[in-house]
C-alpha cells in the first residue's frame, strides 16, 4: 500500500495551490504542483513552433520531450534541459494555451504517470483538476477547492493574470479527457469567504482526524 495521497482539486484561481502547499508543509509531505507539470508541456510545445491545437504534433513531440520531473526540497519541479522552469510557466501564451494541451489524452496519460510516481515512496499532496477522479481514485482524502467566479477573477488580476476566468472553467470543465469536476465522495471547500489559514487549518484537522 502506497503512502498517504492528499488529493486537492479545483478550478483556476480558486487558492489550492496555496492551500496544497500550506498543507504539504503542515504535515511534512510533498507538496506536487501538476498544473506546473501541464504547463511545462505547453512551453516546450510553443517554444517548438508546434500549435498546440494541432493534437498529432504535439503528440509527436511527447516520446522526446527533455522535461524532468522532481522534487527541490519537499516541493516538485519542473526541469528542461538541466534548469528549473519558473517564470516560463506564467508566460501568456503558456496561460492562453494550457487548457488546450491538457486536453490532450495522451499528454494526460503521460504526465498521470509521473504524477502517480511520486507517492510510490512518500506521502504527497497533490493538486490539479483531476487528481481525485483520475490519479488516485482511492485516496480518501479528496478535496475540492473553489471560489465564487468573481472572487477568483479579482486573485487572478492580483497575479498579474489576465486570462479569462470564465473561459478557463468553460475548457476545463468541457474538456473530453478528465475534465474538471467534483468527485463525488470529495469535501467542497468553498474559500470565498475563508482566510487561507482557515481553509489549511479545516483540511488539515480533517485528514488528521482520519489518519
Known amino acids: 500500500m502506497n ?14 495551490s496555496t492551500v496544497a502547499k500550506l498543507i504539504a508543509k503542515e504535515l511534512g509531505y510533498t507538496f506536487i504542483n501538476t498544473g506546473a507539470m501541464y504547463r511545462a508541456v505547453t512551453w516546450y510545445t510553443l ?27 519537499a516541493v516538485s519541479t519542473v526541469m528542461c534541459e538541466g534548469r528549473v522552469l519558473t517564470d516560463e510557466l506564467t508566460e501568456t501564451a503558456t496561460n492562453e494555451n ?22 510510490l515512496a512518500e506521502p504527497v ?16 482524502f479528496k478535496y475540492f477547492v473553489t471560489a465564487s467566479e468573481e472572487v ?19 475548457k476545463d470543465s468541457a474538456r473530453a479527457c478528465a475534465p474538471l469536476t467534483q468527485a463525488e465522495d470529495a469535501q467542497l471547500v468553498d474559500t470565498s469567504d475563508l482566510s487561507i489559514e482557515q481553509v489549511v487549518a479545516h483540511i488539515v484537522a480533517d485528514i488528521r482526524s482520519r489518519i
Request: overall charge positive; aromatic content about 4%; cysteine-free.
Open 98 to 119: 494550457v487548457s488546450a494541451i491538457a486536453a490532450i489524452p495522451e499528454v494526460r496519460a503521460l504526465l498521470v504517470e509521473k504524477q502517480r510516481e511520486y507517492n
Open 3 to 16: 503512502p498517504p495521497a492528499i488529493a486537492i482539486d479545483g478550478p483556476a484561481a480558486s487558492g489550492k
Open 47 to 73: 517554444k517548438q513552433g508546434v500549435n498546440p491545437a494541432d493534437t498529432a504534433a504535439v503528440v509527436a513531440l511527447l516520446p522526446g520531450i527533455p522535461l524532468a520531473f522532481g522534487k527541490d526540497g
Open 152 to 170: 477568483r477573477a479579482a486573485r487572478r488580476a492580483a497575479q498579474g493574470l489576465t486570462d479569462s476566468i470564465a473561459e478557463r472553467d468553460r
Open 125 to 140: 499532496v497533490m493538486e490539479g483538476r483531476d487528481i481525485g477522479t483520475v490519479v488516485f481514485p482511492n485516496t480518501p
